[in-house]
């Protein structure tokens, strides 16, 4: 094994290391009065049967898919070794991390029952648990097969197999995500309809039945969905940037295959630094604190990017586009935070639509969701043509774009510790007001919460960017792959042809595009069977329980997380079909290339989409925050009906197909690279 493998398994078994010292830290802390342990006690206990039925349900597909992918690809049965693995490590990096949220989360609402600062603190600490799975599992698995399978300076072609973990990543972050999507709203949607609407009790109300599987998809979608997401977009951007090395071998030799590794490890130190920031930040303002973390992993990735670029790879241009890369994702959280921000005109203008009727409130979110679209694809293209240009604008470019991606993907870690940071101060606000604690917590821990609105905003704005800067990674990934296949060697940008005007190429691009389309469907269609089902059974509690609005009795909690999870489990299974099958359809009907156009199409329709679902349903969110903080008179109002309806409509966009969407877009372009050769031989076989 060369040495320079060694970087970064260290890096990864250090940042294990961090993780364990964390999580003895944190349980450790006081859960606080038994009151506080029974609600907790119920969030822990439905988000764990949930999860365990949902990964018993990952590997009734993933076990035939391994076997399938072993003997379809034979001899080459890496890929299905691999598979396993990236399937494997995604479930533990996911399972692990909610579980150290649903652990964090009661302790977070005791430690604000004496300050805020540390109740900060220990969320923050709780998100970075999983922050640093995600960054340190996947560089570990990754390199860890690449030793495993023989690969080094003598052999680096053997990364090709490493194709199975991307995709074993894949399968288990699209069936986490829809699946957690679906619990969530659901649960969400039916205590909002009728507890806040019909009822007129508060949000967190221990009267609502629906209330528990409420904070229970606070964890399933927020954090397991959401890990699961970046955990993909990791990997895949790794293994099919080593696989592009091979092509410019004769450029960098064997560097070009070890750089990812080395900035993957960058990631992992940048997301320990900035965890250990926020202990020294005790005086500045929530989101100021979060920010400085932000800001010390960027600084100390910037530093590392150039030390790697210019004294290992001795190219200079690759600093420039690793930093690239990091500027687009800082670019692409403002234009995020513009649109769904409280502070920014488009939220107001929502709430201010409200005065009208829900039907305005509805239009405007649409508006200012299909606006926001442009904005944020734009930075994304200009930060791909200005990647490509440094370069030079020649096949070396397309190294320069994978930098690119490589520099945005590696603040993920920090962006997903503070994006679980919001799950676990929502659940700790929810505890607080279940728990009858002081109003002095419940602000302190409303306070908290509204912070975490805006990191989760910041990361799903984030996903989008690496969700499209990672699937242009994989096409080239693929060019290359199929061109090596066809002994085509890549000397020039203009040695990768794909006919355009080919009527082939144009069903290729038309059939792609739907792809997003019917995914969509079928998730906001899943969300609203399960979402009736969940206000017929709070309205059937109501109506049959005495006692309850009095609270002299208690909600049958355990049906409603029932509701969600038996319609997310069996909900979740037909889009993920969508996602594996179409590519392996349209790869053997129409070959390689045609594959290659329908990828295309399906990647820009799906980032569009998901952009426009994501920020419209995040600003009809915070248009009813507004509305609740006093704006246009408060809770109670017709205002305030209006704006709940429209975040209602919102919910699935943000929180299940939007974000389904950026792993959608990634598994049909990580499925077409793996089945390649079987498109390939297939092909042959039919001249």
């Not at 951007?237 to 004769?250: A, E, Q, R, S, Y």
């Not at 909900?571 to 996602?579: N, Q």
Request: charged share 15%; net charge negative.
């Amino acid at each position: 094994m060369d040495v320079l493998l060694l970087i970064p398994l260290g890096v990864g078994a250090l940042s294990l290391l961090v993780v364990a010292i964390i999580y003895y830290s944190i349980t450790k802390e006081d859960t606080g009065t038994p009151k506080m342990r029974e609600i907790a006690g119920y969030i822990e206990e439905g988000a764990n049967a949930f999860l365990k039925r949902e990964f018993k349900t990952i590997a009734y597909f993933s076990v035939p898919i391994a076997v399938t992918l072993l003997v379809a690809l034979w001899p080459r049965h890496e890929i299905a070794v691999g598979f396993m693995l990236g399937s494997l490590f995604s479930g533990i990096a996911t399972y692990i991390g909610m579980k150290a949220a649903v652990k964090t989360n009661v302790r977070v609402t005791n430690a604000a029952r004496s300050s805020v600062r540390r109740a900060l603190t220990l969320a923050f600490g709780g998100g970075g648990i999983t922050g640093l799975l995600i960054v340190s599992l996947n560089l570990i698995g990754v390199t860890m097969l690449y030793v495993i399978f023989g690969g080094g300076p003598h052999n680096p072609e053997v990364v090709s197999e490493l194709v199975g973990f991307g995709f074993g990543a894949s399968l288990t972050a699209l069936f986490a995500q829809v699946g957690g999507g679906i619990f969530t709203k659901a649960a969400d949607v039916g205590a909002d309809l009728v507890g806040k609407v019909e009822i007129g009790i508060p949000e967190d109300d221990p009267r609502n039945p629906a209330v528990i599987a409420d904070l229970v998809g606070d964890n399933v979608g927020d954090c397991a969905g959401r890990g699961a997401d970046l955990f993909e977009s990791g990997s895949d951007n790794l293994v099919c940037m080593m696989i592009l090395g091979l092509t410019f071998l004769p450029v960098y030799g064997w560097k070009a295959v070890v750089f990812p590794l080395l900035i993957r490890s960058t990631g992992n130190l940048a997301t320990i630094a900035g965890i250990a920031a926020i202990r020294f930040t005790g005086g500045m303002k929530p989101i100021n604190r979060i920010n400085f973390a932000y800001l010390t992993a960027g600084v100390l990735s910037l530093i590392v990017f150039y030390c790697v670029s210019v004294y290992f790879m001795r190219d200079i241009r690759l600093f420039y586009c690793l930093t690239l890369g990091l500027v687009t994702a800082l670019v692409v959280a403002i234009v995020t935070q513009y649109y769904t921000s409280e502070s920014w005109q488009p939220v107001k203008d929502i709430a201010l639509a409200s005065k009208s009727s829900p039907a305005v409130n509805i239009m405007i979110g649409l508006a200012y969701g299909l606006e926001s679209a442009v904005p944020s694809m734009t930075i994304v293209a200009l930060s791909i043509a200005a990647a490509y240009l440094i370069f030079g604008g020649d096949i070396l470019g397309i190294f320069g774009v994978a930098a690119a991606a490589m520099g945005l993907t590696e603040m993920k870690g920090i962006i997903m510790a503070s994006d679980t940071y919001g799950p676990i101060v929502d659940n700790a606000a929810g505890i607080a007001e279940m728990s009858h604690l002081e109003r002095e917590v419940e602000e302190a821990m409303d306070k908290l919460d509204a912070v975490g609105n805006i990191t989760k905003a910041i990361t799903k704005g984030f996903a989008m960017a690496a969700g499209i800067l990672t699937t242009v990674v994989i096409l080239f990934a693929y060019v290359s792959e199929a061109a090596r296949y066809a002994g085509i060697e890549l000397n020039s940008i203009n040695d990768i042809v794909v006919n355009v005007v080919n009527p082939l190429s144009i069903a290729g691009f038309l059939t792609g595009a739907t792809i997003p389309f019917i995914f969509s469907a079928m998730i906001i269609r899943a969300v609203s069977k399960a979402a009736h089902e969940m206000v017929e059974e709070v309205r059937r509690q109501f109506r049959e329980i005495p006692g309850i609005l009095e609270g002299e009795a208690k909600p049958n909690y355990a049906q409603c997380v029932d509701i969600s999870t038996k319609h997310a489990l069996e909900k979740m299974i037909l889009p993920t079909l969508v996602g594996l099958v179409t590519p392996a359809i349209v790869g053997f009907l129409g070959g390689p290339w045609i594959l290659a156009a329908f990828m295309v199409a399906a990647s820009i329709v799906g980032a569009l989409l998901a952009t426009f679902m994501f920020n419209a349903g995040g600003a009809w969110d915070n248009a009813k925050k507004l509305i609740e903080s006093g704006f246009l008179g408060g809770k109670g109002t017709p205002e305030h009906a209006a704006a709940v309806i429209g975040d209602t409509v919102g919910d699935p966009l943000k929180d299940s197909a939007g974000p389904s969407l950026h792993i959608l877009i990634k598994l049909v372009s990580i499925v077409s690279i793996t089945l390649l050769p079987l498109f390939i031989q297939y092909a042959l076989l039919m001249r």
